[in-house]
């Protein structure tokens, strides 16, 4: 991968909750106006890393850098200057729940910009309209389905233009409708207006029809790197049992416990 | 030996809780200036905090006032006095159970409201969403809400007391049949602007202390349906035990 196109940059990060290690010595290199997918088994932190990566929580150690800022150092100000150029979708939408489909997407609008009311409008319903939304502008997120809130959320973030747009699990809980104008709509940005797209995933078959790149994560590092075609015949084990969706392998399964037969025929009491 | 020590780690942990509430409160009065200038959002939330508790403030108002008019009744009249009724209704209402009552019954509906309301954002990641987009959280959701509730329970603790008088009046005059003519020229006469000033001062302070424990109790609740159940309880606990205590300090404090 080309150094300078990165446009967020990840070196030797350590970071640990409660004195459990998520990342040691992570690297990584997002690279600028393409699609980046971030896999990797539950638990392996792919959520901590897009909070480091927007700056809600600082790593240990390491550096992190974006849009060629630090996020190190930054202020308070700064970091919210640079989260201007971002846009992150949730996993369960965070719609702001005391305000209308409309005015949840004319949020960000009304916060940081003068705009007249007509332009706002305009806007608000064109991007309503890219996720098929706009005849439900002026409903209340309660009214919504998940999959129907997830999109309200994206028009939500698409609407400042970002140059970074970040999908925390874009894909759960989809229809296959709504799924497939979501991985289009996500091709459709990064190649109309090159914005640089990290989606976290588990949808390997999915997210492999979209992504420039992929990371799989494991064990708070990068186990492997590359295209989707790439890491479909990647020579290592915990790839292969990930892509391949294996219950055993490298990846255990179940969490660690005594012995299966042994437990069920003790007399010990329920945990 | 134990018991000392485990003594002295609540201390230091209710030090450091208290510490942690008042840098909330700093930053919240950090934050108040540019907050003011969004009147529309303050506005909604004196409608949420104060409009919508309007209901159980005067019918509670009435209730207090009408027993201060029985047994108020019932006590003077055993010295011959029961002309000073409406004078003993209304201090007692004015100084002490209008500010009182009105901020217990403000924790209870407004300030679990508040606590459970910012929870619940937070456990639905909308607190994190402002973040995400570069809108200060502690500005646009949390300050709003509590100089909301800072200005709305003076004015209810008022009503509370108006309606109170208004209960006492109902019972003292016209069912036990003190003198109409006594019972507000007394009243007049006796209760002084140092009175009322106690009152306002308390409700004040409650207001600020219940609106306080709320938002603080409900921005800093564990994102769980559990984390934000415990935040509320606690909002009614702490809110009650802090205005019985401010409400002793400030009393001795206009003696």
Known sequence: ?271 | MKLIRELWSSLIEALVGLGLVVRFLLRLVVSSPRALMRCDLIAQQIYNSGALSLVIIMLSGLFVGMVLGLQGYELLQRFGSEEALGTAATIGLVKELGPVVTALLFAGRAGTALASELGLMRATDQLSAMEMMAVDPIQRVVVPRFLGGVIAMPLLAAIFSVIGIYGAQLVGVQIMGVDSGSFWSQMQASVGLSDISEGIVKSCIFGVACSLIAVYEGYHATPTAEGVGRATTRTVVASAVVILFLDYLITAAFL
Request: glycine share 10%; no cysteine.
């Open chain 1, 1 to 271: 991968m080309n150094q300078s196109a990165a446009i967020i940059e990840i070196r030797k990060v350590n970071y640990a909750v409660g004195g459990r290690s998520v990342f040691t010595g992570l690297d990584m290199d997002i690279a600028r106006g393409r699609i980046t997918a971030i896999m990797g088994p539950s638990g392996t932190g792919k959520t901590t890393l897009l909070r480091l990566i927007t700056g809600q929580v600082v790593a240990d150690s390491g550096s992190i850098e974006v849009a060629a800022q630090s996020l190190r150092a930054i202020s308070r100000a700064d970091l919210y200057v640079l989260r201007r150029r971002m846009g992150m979708l949730f996993q369960n939408g965070a719609l702001l729940t005391d305000l209308s489909v409309f005015e949840n997407v004319a949020f960000p609008l009304r916060e940081h910009t003068d705009l007249p009311e007509r332009l706002i409008r305009q806007l608000v319903l064109t991007k309503l309209q890219a996720v098929g939304l706009r005849g439900a502008a002026e409903l209340m997120p309660a009214e919504l389905s998940g999959g129907m809130s997830r999109r309200v959320a994206l028009a939500r973030a698409i609407v400042m233009d970002p140059e970074i747009l970040i999908y925390d699990e874009p894909f759960v809980g989809l229809d296959p409708i709504s799924l497939g104008v979501i991985l289009r709509l996500i091709r459709r940005l990064n190649d109309a207006l090159g914005i640089t797209s990290i989606v976290v995933s588990h949808d390997v078959k999915e997210i492999s029809t979209v992504a420039d790149n992929v990371y799989l994560l494991s064990g708070g590092k990068v186990v492997a790197r590359g295209t989707p075609q790439q890491l479909q015949s990647y020579p290592s084990e915990i790839v292969r049992q990930f892509i391949g969706g294996e219950a055993d392998g490298p990846v255990p399964f179940h969490f660690p416990a005594p012995d299966y037969f042994g437990e069920l025929l003790s007399r010990g009491e329920s945990p």
